[in-house]
Structure formats: C-alpha cells, structure tokens
C-alpha cells in the first residue's frame, strides 16, 4: 500500500451478507416488479382508443425496457462475480510474492 492511511480492499473479509449480495437480491426483486407492471400495462390496457402506430411504439418500448433490465442483472452478476475472481487472484499473487 501507498500510505498508512490507505485502505487495504484485498483482504476485505467476504463473509456474511455485504452490499454486493444485498444489490443482487434487490436488483431482481426490483425487476420482477417492473416485469409485472410491463405484462399488466400491455395486457390490460385499452389499445383500441390510441392510435396504432402509437400503440405498437408503445408496446415494443415496454418490452425493451423490460429486456433491458434483464441485460441490466445479468451484467450486474457478472460483474460480482468477476470481482471474486480478481480478489482471489490478487491474494494468490500477493502470498506468493511474500513468499520469495
């Protein structure tokens, strides 16, 4: 490390609970609440009094929005768990230059 005053992230401690888990699981219960009102807005509303072209905008918007989420956890999880990797990794190359 730099200084004294430097903040030692390697060996942070990856037990229990941290905030990376916490937005994994509150990122999906967020989503699937979108999903819900995306299936509920698409399926019950009255199309009929909007005009079409709007209407079909509409519907592939709601559905983009949708996917987007999806693409939006699945690179959330990726990143965490590239995260791990690097930590690990890191903490291997560090114990082996200590010990040359």
């Not at 989420?69 to 990797?85: F, H, M, N, Q, S």
Request: net charge negative.
């Amino acid at each position: 490390m730099v200084g004294e005053n430097a903040v030692e992230t390697v060996n942070a401690p990856e037990d229990g609970l941290s905030l990376r888990v916490f937005v994994l699981f509150l990122f999906p219960a967020i989503l699937f609440i979108g999903l819900a009102a995306v299936y509920y807005v698409v399926e019950k509303s009255d199309w009929s009094q909007v005009d079409p072209t709007l209407a079909a905008t509409l519907k592939l918007f709601y559905i983009y929005v949708a996917l987007l989420g999806v693409c939006l956890l699945a690179a959330l999880v990726w990143l965490v768990v590239d995260e791990r990797k690097i930590r690990r990794l890191t903490r291997l190359l560090e114990e082996k230059h200590k010990d040359n």
